[in-house]
């Protein structure tokens, strides 16, 4: 239960990137899961080669994942949104981004599982007979804090507003003068670069292959939708909910179960309440 | 503007026009439905892009030529519209459809002002600002409209059809507010009307625009009420 929980908030800080980018921009970023672990292998070679905390890179390399993902989306949109293609094609592209990044990594690092070492990993807290391990304990709060830094930047700046308003009505927000494209941008770099510290959180949880994004891809899509479009406080309840059904089920029947459980949710959620659990 | 042709594809709807609003002044642009008059609008803020001809906005001895300017751009020139069918964010709330208003950054630092002074003047706004703009009634939408536009602390408003899709009362509450604002805040509006009587109650001349041409050019709202167009399509002389 309370791994549950601290699961959780790891949940939702890999789930913010898909929050922002699909819950708001409607944008069909599959390759986020490939990004988050892309932020993993960072974490892993800064602390394979300079013994550099693994979040501390994960937060240093932020403002690189940024300008990534602005590329990326610069790209995205010339090749597809502008000439109105992006449904399907974007679909593909986004695809590509996510194999070319999986299998570049296999090629450059191999298929072994890779890990990072900190002081704290393997210690844990005993909070009233119940043991906490500090290798769940942090992703957990560094998720926390993300999530909450997230929300004041949505509800809080002008930026943040134009990105809650772009998928609305792209014409009106130009009457607001905010450039649509310029707002996609920035909120599309943000997002790949909340996968920055989603990965080395991840990595920080558990040892990590270029493929462990297919572990995730499903349970960030479930947890965006069930969470509502695009609120990010629905994400984190979601992303608790997920993570203590996947803990007391994995207690309980065994880890294989733990995907049927985001799908099984996510469709008796669906099914009672259409728009999520905190969808607008 | 001046001489301008503007259309969709191989159709045009603007054949050589060309009107003239002066500082403080309310210009009411009048037509039945599918005139151009919001084609007009659309040119302006270049939603829509001339053919032909030239827009300029002139402020304090300098010239900006409009129709190469991207719409976002205009705004931050400190002209504001009011689209129709509102064009709201549904999703968002009162307050943060406002917010958005005040995007335009040299209307920032004013934004506790205007807030104050949009719900002095539509206190509706202010009883629901938490809720979604969606989920309003028309006529608070429309006032919702008008408000979000005032807050980018503008020079000049462009309103196209205020009036349509509401009731007569709300109708005249809305066009009523349009004025006091501009009296206390020295707009300049141009305004495009179907709805003749309401939008000579507060303009101080106007144009008549009859299949994309400017057919009349009123200098008082004396002269638009006895031309014979205006009989024609809205007295039923």
């Known amino acids: 239960m309370v791994a549950g929980l601290l699961l959780g908030g790891f949940y939702a800080a890999v789930s913010l990137g898909v929050s922002l980018i699909f819950g708001l921009l409607d944008i069909a970023n599959i390759a986020q899961p490939a990004f988050v672990i892309l932020g993993s292998y960072a974490a892993y070679v800064m602390n394979r080669s300079f013994g550099l905390d693994a979040i501390l890179t994960g937060l240093l390399f932020t403002p690189v994942f940024y300008v990534l993902g602005a590329v990326v989306y610069r790209l995205y949109y010339e090749s597809f949104e502008r000439r109105g293609e992006e449904s399907l094609r974007g679909l593909v592209f986004f695809f590509g981004v996510l194999f070319i990044i999986e299998v570049s990594l296999s090629l450059k690092y191999g298929v072994d599982y890779r890990l990072v070492e900190a002081a704290y990993i393997g210690k844990s807290i005993d909070l009233g007979g119940v043991g906490i391990a500090f290798r769940l304990l942090v992703p957990c709060l560094v998720g926390l804090a993300m999530t909450l830094a997230l929300h004041l930047f949505l509800s809080r700046t002008f930026y943040g507003r134009a990105v809650m308003a772009v998928s609305q009505d792209r014409l009106a927000l130009r009457l607001m003068g905010a450039d649509p494209v310029r707002i996609k941008t920035i909120a599309f770099g943000v997002g790949i670069a909340a996968a920055s510290l989603a990965g080395a959180l991840l990595i920080t949880i558990a040892p990590v292959v270029p493929s462990t994004d297919r572990d995730y891809i499903g349970r960030m899509f479930a947890i965006t939708v069930l969470g509502g479009m695009g609120s990010i406080a629905g994400t984190l309840v979601a992303a608790v909910i997920l993570g203590v059904a996947e803990s007391l089920m994995s207690t309980f029947f065994g880890p294989s179960w733990s995907l049927a459980v985001s799908f099984g949710i996510l469709l008796v959620a669906l099914a009672v309440r259409p728009a999520g659990l905190l969808g607008r | ?237």
Do not use: W
């Open chain 2, 1 to 237: 503007m001046h001489d301008v042709d503007a259309g969709y594809g191989a159709v045009r709807v603007l054949h050589h026009v060309s009107i003239e609003v002066r500082e403080g002044e309310t210009v009411a642009l009048l037509g039945t439905n599918g005139n151009g008059k919001s084609t007009l609008i659309k040119c302006i803020m270049g939603i829509v892009r001339p053919e032909a001809g030239e827009i300029f906005l002139e402020t304090d001895g300098t010239r900006v030529d409009l129709t190469k300017r991207p719409t976002e751009e205009i705004v931050g020139l400190g002209i504001a519209m009011v689209p129709e069918g509102r064009r709201l964010f549904p999703k968002l709330t009162v307050q943060e459809n406002l917010l958005l208003g005040a995007y335009r950054p040299q209307a920032r630092g004013d934004i506790a002002r205007n807030l104050a002074f949009c719900f002095e003047a539509f206190p509706v706004l202010r009883a629901r600002r938490k809720q979604l703009a969606g989920s309003m009634s028309g006529g608070e939408q429309q006032m919702l409209a008008v408000a979000r536009a005032l807050m980018s602390s503008p020079r000049i408003l462009l309103v196209d059809e205020p009036s349509v899709g509401l009731a007569p009362i709300l109708v005249n509450r809305v066009i009523g507010k349009i004025k006091e604002l501009k009296e206390r805040h020295h707009l300049t509006v141009l305004m495009a009307e179907q709805n003749f009587n309401q939008a000579t109650k507060i303009a101080d001349r106007g144009y008549i625009i009859v299949h994309g041409k400017i057919e009349f050019e009123g200098h008082s709202t004396q002269e638009l009420r006895e031309h014979e167009l205006v009989k024609k399509y809205y007295l039923g002389v």
